[in-house]
Structure formats: structure tokens, C-alpha cells
């Protein structure tokens, strides 16, 4: 359920729906908990969504080779038990804990009240980094994501960037778009190099040592202004501009909450503990020695962190919450 309530009361709120705290939403069905979700991204997924749907990810136990979008659709089909209210495109902001209830603000206002908080915000609000000339321009052919294609059938698309997202989009968009033109600022990429490959092998037209100077038309977009490093300026037909410039992480508000962190992570024990009561982390977040940042093992975090967490909301509760297989 996508809500929108201004207030929410749950056992168990969850900061970031990517992968960890995904798999955290189906445990906390699994030991009896209510369960919340916040993310500040408008879609589930974290990273794996943003970033790299289209990929393929070789190293998740039981899947030997699943698209990043598929891995999600399952997480999100598994996390379906614990009947998870999500509360998307919402950042969470405030925190205060009073005895037994912790007390999260979001940037709209909303307030959710949690017995226990597991964080798993990964590398934090992250925000696409934006396009000097496409200012004003959003919901008017440009957007910072591709996570569908269908609806780039037949139009004209320019993708702005040199990384993995870049030639991903371009590749993939490839067989459906009129046309593709990628312009990149230099003339050399960040992105996996079978994928550059099969970019210049392909229709798609690349344009190096220039960037996108304007974009044209009078509602929507319907050309793009293409200038070279020399000064030449070019025109290209374009009902759709992808700005895949990269993101910025942003960790400034959890920083304000009196969490100890480690640079950019958060110190936890071996039951995922944070140094505040009743918060948990898991998932890229975290940090502890030895800690290796995938999403196997954010996993096996989370589910440390939500059977410690059913402790704290029910201390006569057992950590080991028993063999899902028995259930079934
Ligand atoms: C290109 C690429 C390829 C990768 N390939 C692999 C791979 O093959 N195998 C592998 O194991 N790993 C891979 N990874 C790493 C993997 O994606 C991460 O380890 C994983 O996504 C971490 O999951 P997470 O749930 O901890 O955090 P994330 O996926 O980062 O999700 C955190 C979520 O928290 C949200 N958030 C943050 N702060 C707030 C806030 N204050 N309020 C609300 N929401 C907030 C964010 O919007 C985000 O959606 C790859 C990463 C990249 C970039």
C-alpha cells in the first residue's frame, strides 16, 4: 500500500526500501510485526531500482543470474506477507525517542510513532545530480530515471552522461526508441566496457566533448541544443532528455539524530544495534569490522536486526524466530 497519512502508528519502521530493508519488511511480517516503510525515492529498490535495473546481478543465493528490476518485483512479492504500508517519496528527517516510543518526522510533516526503527537508508538520500540546462524542464521530457521502457517507444531520445546508467538506458532503449543521441562531456566512459562496445557498435548516435547547452520547444521538450567543446552548436529532435549525470548522497539529516557514526556509517554491534535504544541498522549502511557492502549480506543483517528488534518490542520473545520452512 502506498499511503499518505499524517500520522502512522507501527511496531516497526523501516528507513530505505532498497533490498535490506525490504527483506526487513518480510521478517517483521514473519515475527508478527507491523511494519513501515519511508523511502525518499518516489519508487522500491533502493540502488537496485535507481541505479541499475536493467543489470544483471550474479551474486544474490538461489538466483545465478536476475535483472536488478526482477530481484526487486520478488522482494516486493515476498515482503507482501507482512502487509508493509510504504510511505514513498518521503524523506524520513526527525527523531526522538521518549521511553518506548521512537518518534520519526518526515519532510512532509507526517509522523510516524515506532516501537523500534531499523535503518537501512544505504548511501543515504540520494538525489540526481541535475542538468545545468534543463532547469524548469522536469515533467516536461526530462527525468532523471528509466524505469520502464514501453513508453519511449517511437520518440526521440537523448541521454546525457558517460556512466553505467548512461549506456545501460542507451543499449536497452536502443530496439525501442525513433533514435538515440548520447552526449558526454569527455571522450572517455565510466561504464562497463561490453556495454560501451555494444553502444558504438549500435544505432545510437554518441556525441563526445560536448554537452547538452538548452532544451527547446513550448510545453514539451522537442529538440535539444547540443554544443562542442570547440563551440560548434547542433540541434536534435527529442521528446525525451534522460539527465544520467550520477547522484548525490545526502546524510546530513540522520546525522542531526545522535546515531555515532563511522565517516559515513553507522557503528552497530553484532545484534545490529545502534549506540541509541530501540534503533537498529542494516544493509550498506552499516559499519563494524570486517563489513563488506552487497546485498547478500545486507540480508543477513536485517534479519539479525529485525528477530533483535522482536526482542526489544516483546522481551519475552525468542531471538531465533524458528524455521520459516515450518510454517509452510
Ligand atoms: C551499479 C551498481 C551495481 C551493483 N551491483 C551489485 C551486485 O551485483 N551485487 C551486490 O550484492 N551488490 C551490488 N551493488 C550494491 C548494492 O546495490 C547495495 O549493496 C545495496 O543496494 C544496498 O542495499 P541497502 O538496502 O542497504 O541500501 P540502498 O539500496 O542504498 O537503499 C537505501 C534506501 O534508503 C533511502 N533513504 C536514505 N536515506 C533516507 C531517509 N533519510 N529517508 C527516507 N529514505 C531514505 C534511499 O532513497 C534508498 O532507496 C551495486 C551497486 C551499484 C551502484
Redesign the pocket.
Known amino acids: 500500500m502506498v499511503g499518505d497519512p499524517a500520522e502512522v502508528d507501527t511496531d516497526l519502521l523501516i ?8 527483506f526487513g519488511a518480510y521478517y517483521a511480517g514473519f515475527r508478527g510485526l507491523s511494519v513501515t516503510l ?4 518516489p519508487e522500491l ?8 535495473p536493467e ?1 544483471l ?4 543465493a538461489g538466483f545465478p543470474a536476475i535483472k ?1 528490476r526482477e530481484l526487486v518485483e520478488q522482494m516486493v512479492e515476498q515482503a507482501a506477507s507482512a502487509k508493509p504500508t510504504y510511505l514513498l517519496g ?4 526527525k527523531l526522538s525517542i521518549d521511553d518506548d516510543v521512537v518518534t520519526m518526522g ?1 519532510d512532509d510533516g507526517a509522523l510516524v510513532r515506532a516501537k523500534v526503527v531499523i535503518i ?7 538525489t540526481p545530480r541535475p542538468l545545468p540546462a534543463g532547469e524548469g524542464w522536469e515533467d516536461r521530457g526530462l527525468v532523471f530515471f528509466v524505469p520502464s521502457f514501453a513508453e519511449y517507444a517511437g520518440r526521440d531520445v537523448v541521454i546525457v552522461g558517460g556512466g ?1 546508467s548512461a549506456f545501460d538506458w542507451a543499449h536497452s532503449l536502443e530496439s525501442i526508441a525513433k533514435s538515440i543521441t548520447l552526449v558526454h562531456r569527455r571522450d572517455k566512459f565510466r561504464a562497463h566496457q561490453a556495454t560501451v562496445d555494444a553502444v558504438l557498435a549500435g544505432s545510437t548516435e554518441v556525441i563526445t566533448q560536448a554537452q547538452v547547452t538548452a532544451l527547446q520547444g513550448e510545453h514539451h521538450v522537442e529538440a535539444v541544443e547540443i554544443t562542442t567543446n570547440d563551440g560548434e552548436v547542433s540541434t536534435r529532435p527529442a521528446q525525451s532528455v534522460v539527465a544520467a549525470l550520477g547522484f548525490v548522497a ?2 546530513s ?2 546525522q542531526e539524530w545522535g546515531i555515532e557514526f563511522d565517516k559515513r556509517h553507522i557503528k552497530v554491534d553484532t545484534a545490529m544495534r545502534t549506540n541509541l535504544p530501540r534503533v537498529f541498522a ?4 552499516t559499519e563494524y569490522d570486517g563489513k563488506v ?6 540480508f543477513g543483517e536485517v534479519a539479525t536486526a529485525v528477530n533483535n528488534a522482536a526482542v526489544t518490542v516483546d522481551p519475552d520473545a525468542h531471538v531465533f524466530p524458528g524455521h520459516s520452512s515450518e510454517g509452510s
Open positions: 528507513v530505505g526500501a532498497g533490498p535490506a530493508g525490504l519511508v523511502d525518499s525515492l529498490g533502493g540502488q537496485v531500482s535507481a541505479l541499475y543489470k546481478i550474479l551474486d544474490v536488478g518521503r524523506t524520513a528527517t518526515l537501512t537508508a544505504g548511501i543515504g538520500k540520494f553505467d545526502d546524510l539529516a540522520m542494516a544493509g550498506d549502511i557492502r552487497l546485498i547478500a549480506v545486507g
